[in-house]
């Protein structure tokens, strides 16, 4: 996300992509669309079959994709982004812990 200047705005997308990010990860996990993952069987969420979503999992990989660009660049601003892709993956992880 190439913004020039930091906005609360910007903070604001940044936050909420990386959210939305790690929710469709991880849902798509417990539901069996991703091959890589599953179901995290260490909690029981009352679903029939047993299948809790994994959290875990979806927020390392989105982790690792919403923040690939910012590492390489190393500044002021790249170091912005990556504190508020941070707090979206915390939020969601957070809510659904």
Do not use: P, W
Not at 32 to 49: E, H, Q, V
Not at 69 to 96: A, C, P
Request: charge should be positive.
């Amino acid at each position: 996300m190439g913004n020039k200047i930091g906005t609360k705005e910007s903070a604001y997308i940044h936050a909420l992509t990386s959210a939305g990010i790690a929710y469709v990860i991880t849902k798509a996990c417990s539901t069996g669309r991703l091959s890589s993952c599953g179901c995290d069987m260490t909690m029981k969420d009352g679903n029939i079959n047993g299948c809790s979503d994994n959290v875990l999992f979806g927020t390392e990989i989105a982790r690792k994709f919403v923040n690939l660009g910012e590492r390489k660049m190393k500044t002021r601003m790249s170091l912005l982004n990556l504190h508020n892709n941070q707090v979206g993956i915390r939020v969601k992880f957070f809510i659904s812990a």
